[in-house]
């Protein structure tokens, strides 16, 4: 488990989500600054829940892919049963969000809520391709064509944005929505392109599609009670504040999400590892995979937190603008959150463990805990905490599976502090590299 044996992967990895963090730039410092707040509270409306949606499938759908897809001879069927999952849940989740359109409206007293809910369906539709191809792209680790698939999305929507705010059009709820939807087409349509030869449907196998769905049903409740604090607590904020108050936030939580796209590196690395440590029952192995997540994520999330906290966010108030000021308090608030990352990374393991329903019961602990906090702090009208539904379930979710993988893969706590040998370590070698 020696970092230098996967350089390449790492590094491809690391330029991805360097990609999103240079997306998320453009986001902040060039699409929210020419938005209203309540035009970019109801896009952010919009996003939360094709994305939570996506994330749902993922689980049910996707996750199985790499499960039970690592053999060859299985793959054919293991995609017929993914792909059919996965157009289900997704169908089923967007067309009822679209039916009951004008009920939710009324719920969330927000009049425009329909418009959102009437472009749910097609956004769904374009980014279909794009989750199922992308899941082949990481069984297989190949990173640097997930490079490419998210340079596609992430560019065309870069250039698309520059265009509106050269010609003035980059105004209206339809304007910042057309610029997302030909992203993601152009994604989807680059994904289909460089996974074409992996995409192979067929019967003969051995997996079943009982097995298929006693694994992924599990996770996908899992993942969607654990994705809701972080995808959905924007409706409650709706609710509570209004659309205004949901495109102050929107912004901080886009800033956090910085931590949690190296979050989302760490798990594309440590899964499909877990799983073959796992399969291969190597126990000493996985035990040194499993300090070494939670040691080199940790050292960096401390130090970026308290730099972060004595002050290095206040430069996000002249890049948003005055109009987004209240943005630097709730960003300060979910900085808290990146501290229980590294624990976090521990339901990865516990999934490839097969341990789904245990992640079910911690998720839902975490979600009843945020919702807690969020309706407190909404029933006493503390619109600058709303953040701490996001910090209370991080923390509690962290600590439950920490707590289990422990159980399963004992390590003493020591070894979690392996991080500064080990970096010394990537560092000489990264070093002969270069020299030679």
Known sequence: MKLSAHLGTISWSLADKALYVGYGFVQLFMQVPALDPDI????????ALNTWIMIVSDGS??????????????????????????????????????LFQHPLSTVFGEPRFAAVASMLPLYCALTIPRMFCLKLLYRDLRMRDLFVTDAVWFGVRTVLTLH???????????????????????SSLSAMIITRKQLVFGRSGSTSLIDYLRFGVPLAVATGLNSMPRQLDVFIIQA???????????????????????FDAAV???????????????RHDLQILITKAISITMVPVIVAVIVLELGASQVIIPMLGPKYAGAVTHFNVLCAAALAMPFLLMSSVLAALGKST???????????????????????GLETWVGLGIVVNSFVVGALCVYHVRREVPFPWSMTMRAFADGRHFMNVIKKRIES
């Open 40 to 47: 970019y509270g109801l896009f952010s409306l919009l996003v």
């Open 240 to 262: 509570f504040f209004g659309a205004a108050a949901v495109g102050v936030y929107n912004p901080a939580k886009n800033l956090y999400r910085f931590f949690e796209q190296a």
């Open 358 to 380: 245990a992640i079910v019961a911690y998720s839902a602990i975490g979600l009843a805990a945020s919702v807690i906090t969020l309706l407190i702090v909404g029933y006493l």
């Open 164 to 186: 509106a705010l050269h010609t003035d059009t980059l105004r209206t709820l339809d304007d910042i929505i057309r610029i997302d939807f030909i992203g993601m087409a152009a």
């Open 268 to 282: 594309t690395l440590v899964y499909p590892a877990a799983v073959r440590l796992h399969t291969q029952a190597r």
């Open 61 to 98: 759908a996707l996750q199985g892919v790499i499960q039970f897809g690592s053999r060859p001879e299985e793959r054919g069927r293991v995609h017929v049963m993914a792909m059919s999952v996965h157009l289900v849940i997704v169908g089923l989740s967007a067309g009822l969000v679209f």
